[in-house]
């Protein structure tokens, strides 16, 4: 698959201690194991000159304590609550001036918060996404992407998971309802 390096971002997605580190709230070994090729796509993305876009899963702790139904401290626990190690990208995948953090409070990255707007100043149209979990927060970006309209393409071995089903459901339902699904091999750009 090709991609103008100009209209590309690598979107990682949630790549925090919590989820990737072994001393993590919400540690999964294969959230781990997608660290490095987090690390070779984002090389080979700024090699070409496109853009990398990291989120963070953040949560004020008083962020669920009045709402009605949805409650991820209820479903996860606490975790990646605001200013802690829990909330902070790997340490391997460290941002640059250049790239773009965004801190979200919900599955979607783009739900309240300024991805699409600097994506859309940016002149971005497609995003190679990676990341994790791949049928939670990386799956939920991707459809938000696809609805607007950009080309999600979910790289299949860039992205954690809890467990393998849950990485096929996810790669399968984005490939065949709004994306793409690759691997890293198959990326060009031109």
């Given at each position: ?26 540690y999964?070994?294969?959230s ?7 690390v ?14 990291y989120?963070?899963?953040?949560h ?19 975790h ?32 309240e ?78």
């Amino acid at each position: 698959m090709s991609f103008d390096p100009d209209a590309t971002a690598v979107v990682v997605v949630d790549m925090q201690n919590s989820f990737c580190h072994p001393d993590g709230s919400l540690y999964a070994a294969p959230s781990e194991d997608a660290i490095e090729p987090c690390v070779e796509l984002i090389d080979h993305a700024r090699a070409a000159g496109a853009s990398v876009v990291y989120t963070r899963d953040v949560h004020p702790p008083e962020q669920f304590e009045d709402t009605h139904y949805y409650d991820e401290f209820e479903r996860w626990g606490e975790h990646v609550l605001e200013g802690s190690w829990d909330a902070e990208l790997v340490e391997e995948l460290r941002e640059r001036p250049a790239d773009l953090v965004v801190e979200k409070h919900t599955y979607d990255a783009f739900h309240e918060t300024q991805l699409e707007g600097w994506l859309d100043a940016h002149g971005i149209d497609d995003l190679l996404i990676c990341g994790t979990l791949a049928n939670v927060c990386v799956l939920h970006t991707a459809a938000s992407a696809g609805l607007r309209d950009y080309r999600p393409v979910l790289i299949e071995d860039a992205v954690g998971f809890i467990e393998g089903d849950h990485r096929e459901y996810a790669l399968d339902h984005a490939d065949w309802l709004f994306g793409e699904v690759t691997d890293r091999g198959s990326i060009e750009f031109a």
